[in-house]
């Protein structure tokens, strides 16, 4: 078994800052739940506000992570139990039997199984290749925000995690969460707004000001704050798609390189982490018998766990779309997904 990757380590990246309930268990189920970073105390109680009504909400245990730092130290117990080499792929031949790999230092590699996975947002030259498509829908769109706060009198604040629910229809805004990552409290702000939008260069210049423009009551439910720390205000954007023509001998593609996921939904690790498990069962059959065949490729792509749980993250986020954009594109990005999805 050999991991690859162009990088000896996972650079600075803003995505996933927040493990779920059912994505911690699933960590715990492969026994890595301990290798998040930062350790830090479960989240059991959420405040929300909503239309100017405080209530708190009891949830299953959350936790706050350093994306990179989590993804690094996973890929440290990783490399104790495979062979890695860091160099990039520059070019690959599959079929039912053997899959061939070229090595940009030269190295060619052979094995009976690839799985591509390369955090998507752009599909990979390697899955273009083999003649993979990303099928996009550009009205379903998310861009994410974040950066650390603390109180302006240097208190702690007196919640564990904080949620601030706007309706959509106003700014395209959907919520602001607030959570603990190590010593540090973590701003996350969802949106459905497009990079080019002036409002992103407005939140990345006075962070502060804009949310206490779009979220009336903020500073006055958990205190009068200000940022920490040099970092900038960080970006992540991305747009609904699903890649076809996956159904190949010889190569699984998962996580986000397969479909992406709208980061106000929270699904994108429970995706990933369901494809592992999914993965996890199946391979070990796999290699029972000769060959790697598109029959034993499609029993991951039809796995009922895992066409569960691709399927809520598009119902999610048209969801949010539903409620923020104008009736008449909400119609056409229902009928484009209900026949990517084979419905009706």
């Not at 990345?204 to 900038?232: A, C, H, W």
């Amino acid at each position: 078994m050999a991991l690859l990757d162009r990088n000896t380590s996972y650079p600075p990246s803003f995505r996933a800052e927040k493990l779920e309930q059912d994505q911690a268990e699933l960590l715990s189920k492969f026994g890595l739940l301990d290798a998040r970073q930062p350790l830090a105390s479960p989240i059991h109680r959420v405040d929300c506000y909503r239309k100017g009504q405080h209530y708190q909400q009891d949830v299953g245990p959350q936790y706050g992570i350093h994306y990179t730092d989590t993804v690094n130290q996973l890929r440290s117990l990783a490399r104790q139990h495979v062979d890695f080499f860091q160099s990039r792929v520059i070019d690959l031949s599959t079929s039912g039997t053997q899959q061939h790999l070229v090595l940009e230092n030269g190295q060619q590699l052979q094995a009976r199984l690839l799985v591509l996975a390369t955090g998507g947002n752009v599909i990979n030259p390697l899955a273009f290749k083999l003649g993979m498509r990303q099928q996009a829908t550009r009205e379903l769109r998310s861009l994410s925000f974040a950066f650390d706060i603390c109180r302006a009198d240097g208190q702690p604040y007196d919640f564990q995690s904080f949620n601030y629910f706007l309706d959509p229809r106003e700014h395209q805004i959907d919520y602001i969460t607030l959570f603990p990552i190590g010593d540090s409290v973590r701003i996350n702000l969802f949106t459905q707004w497009h990079p080019k939008d002036m409002r992103v260069r407005a939140m990345r210049r006075n962070p502060m000001r804009e949310l206490d423009e779009y979220f009336p009551g903020l500073f006055e439910q958990i205190g009068d704050s200000v940022p920490t720390g040099s970092d900038k205000v960080a970006l992540f954007p991305t747009q609904y798609y699903q890649l076809s023509k996956v159904e190949q001998p010889g190569i699984v593609v998962i996580g986000d390189e397969f479909q992406s996921v709208s980061p106000a939904t929270g699904k994108g690790l429970s995706k990933v982490l369901t494809d592992v498990d999914v993965l996890s069962g199946l391979i070990p059959q796999w290699l029972e018998t000769d060959g790697m065949t598109v029959d034993k490729i499609q029993q991951f792509y039809r796995h009922p766990d895992k066409q569960a749980v691709d399927s809520l993250a598009k119902r999610e986020w048209v969801y949010l779309a539903d409620n923020a954009l104008h009736p008449e594109i909400i119609s056409k990005v229902k009928r484009k997904l209900a026949k990517l999805m084979g419905v009706g």
